[in-house]
C-alpha cells in the first residue's frame, strides 16, 4: 500500500509539472458551478514558494506573520495552548499569527506526518456532540496525518482539521476532512482533480488531487485552494467577515504544508 502511494505521488508530480509547463503558469481550479453561494473571486499566492527563512504567506488582504517551522525528526512537541495540549511525535511542525484588516487576530499550529496513534482528537475541546464520526477521518494504521489547530481572538478552544495526506492523495473521489470548532460547527473539505485548460474547459489529472473545496455544513462552497505551483486561493464574495478570516487561515496552513 504505501509503495502504491509513493508512486501514485511521484505521478501525480509528473502530471502536474507537465500541467504547469503546458500551461505557463498556474492554470485555475475547474470548481463546482451550481454548489458555490455568490460570485467568485480568486488571489495568487506569494511567499509559499523560494528561501523559507523570515517566509511570509500572503493573498487578496491577508497576509501572515513570519513563519516558524521545524523539521526535528522524533522529538516530542506540544501543539496549541488549549488548556490539554497534544503531545505528539512530528517530522515537521509550523506555526504562524496572522491580523484581519479590521482586528481580529489569529494563532495557527500545524504538524505534518503525524501517527494516528499519537493524535487525540477533539481532547480537551467538548465536541461529544460533535454530528460528524471522527473516527471515519482517519484509520487506526494512518502515519502521514495533517493536523492544525486555529486560535481566533485569544480563545482556548480551538478550531481542528485533521487530513489524512494518505487517504486524500491515493482515494481523492471519496475522501471527506473536516475543519470542526466550538459550538458543534464544522467545514467540509474535498479534494479536487481538475484544472481549466488554455480553453476554459475541465481536464481532471489522472491521479491524486492539486487542491481542496471548502464547503459548509449543507455542502455549499465557500472557498478553496489550489495547491499548484504557487497556489491560489477562491472565495466567495458572500462569506462574512469574520468566517472568511478562519477560512483565511485554512488556506494558509494546507499552502504551507511541506511534506506530503
Given at each position: 500500500?504505501?509503495?502504491?502511494?509513493?508512486?501514485?505521488?511521484?505521478?501525480?508530480?509528473?502530471?502536474?509539472?507537465?500541467?504547469?509547463?503546458?500551461?505557463?503558469?498556474?492554470?485555475k481550479?475547474?470548481l463546482?458551478?451550481?454548489?458555490?453561494?455568490?460570485?467568485?473571486?480568486?488571489?495568487?499566492?506569494?511567499?509559499?514558494?523560494?528561501?523559507?527563512?523570515?517566509?511570509?504567506?500572503?493573498?487578496?488582504?491577508?497576509?501572515?506573520?513570519?513563519?516558524d517551522?521545524?523539521?526535528?525528526?522524533?522529538?516530542?512537541?506540544?501543539?496549541?495552548?488549549?488548556?490539554?495540549?497534544?503531545?505528539?511525535?512530528?517530522k515537521?511542525?509550523?506555526?504562524?499569527?496572522?491580523?484581519?484588516?479590521?482586528?481580529?487576530?489569529?494563532?495557527?499550529?500545524?504538524?505534518?506526518?503525524?501517527?494516528?496513534?499519537?493524535?487525540?482528537?477533539?481532547?480537551?475541546?467538548?465536541?461529544?456532540?460533535?454530528?460528524?464520526?471522527?473516527?471515519?477521518?482517519?484509520?487506526?494504521?494512518?502515519?502521514?496525518?495533517?493536523?492544525?489547530q486555529?486560535?481566533?481572538?485569544?480563545?482556548?478552544?480551538?478550531?481542528?482539521?485533521?487530513l489524512?495526506?494518505?487517504v486524500?492523495?491515493?482515494?481523492?473521489?471519496?475522501?471527506?476532512?473536516?475543519?470542526?470548532?466550538?459550538?458543534?460547527?464544522?467545514?467540509?473539505?474535498?479534494?479536487?482533480?481538475?484544472?481549466?485548460?488554455?480553453?476554459?474547459?475541465?481536464?481532471?489529472?489522472?491521479?491524486?488531487?492539486i487542491?481542496?473545496?471548502?464547503?459548509?455544513?449543507?455542502?455549499?462552497?465557500?472557498?478553496?485552494?489550489?495547491t499548484?505551483?504557487?497556489?491560489?486561493?477562491?472565495?466567495?464574495?458572500?462569506?462574512?467577515?469574520?468566517?472568511?478570516?478562519?477560512?483565511?487561515?485554512?488556506?494558509?496552513?494546507?499552502?504551507?504544508?511541506?511534506?506530503?
Amino acid at each position: 500500500m504505501k509503495n502504491l502511494i509513493k508512486i501514485n505521488n511521484a505521478l501525480g508530480i509528473l502530471t502536474l509539472s507537465s500541467i504547469i509547463i503546458a500551461s505557463c503558469g498556474t492554470p485555475k481550479l475547474a470548481l463546482p458551478g451550481t454548489d458555490w453561494t455568490g460570485d467568485r473571486e480568486v488571489f495568487d499566492v506569494k511567499g509559499r514558494q523560494g528561501i523559507l527563512i523570515n517566509q511570509r504567506l500572503s493573498f487578496g488582504q491577508y497576509t501572515t506573520q513570519r513563519v516558524d517551522r521545524s523539521w526535528t525528526k522524533g522529538s516530542t512537541w506540544s501543539i496549541g495552548v488549549a488548556k490539554r495540549t497534544h503531545h505528539i511525535r512530528r517530522k515537521q511542525t509550523l506555526r504562524f499569527a496572522a491580523e484581519s484588516p479590521s482586528g481580529e487576530f489569529a494563532d495557527v499550529y500545524a504538524a505534518s506526518q503525524v501517527q494516528a496513534k499519537e493524535l487525540r482528537v477533539g481532547e480537551g475541546n467538548d465536541l461529544s456532540s460533535f454530528t460528524v464520526d471522527l473516527s471515519r477521518l482517519f484509520s487506526k494504521s494512518s502515519n502521514n496525518l495533517y493536523y492544525v489547530q486555529i486560535y481566533l481572538d485569544g480563545s482556548r478552544q480551538p478550531w481542528q482539521m485533521v487530513l489524512d495526506n494518505e487517504v486524500s492523495q491515493w482515494k481523492p473521489g471519496k475522501y471527506v476532512g473536516y475543519l470542526y470548532g466550538p459550538n458543534n460547527r464544522y467545514y467540509q473539505l474535498k479534494p479536487l482533480r481538475q484544472f481549466e485548460n488554455k480553453n476554459g474547459k475541465a481536464v481532471q489529472i489522472v491521479m491524486g488531487h492539486i487542491g481542496f473545496e471548502i464547503m459548509d455544513e449543507g455542502g455549499t462552497g465557500l472557498a478553496a485552494v489550489s495547491t499548484m505551483d504557487k497556489g491560489q486561493v477562491y472565495f466567495s464574495k458572500e462569506v462574512a467577515t469574520k468566517e472568511r478570516f478562519l477560512l483565511e487561515n485554512l488556506c494558509a496552513a494546507l499552502l504551507l504544508q511541506e511534506q506530503i
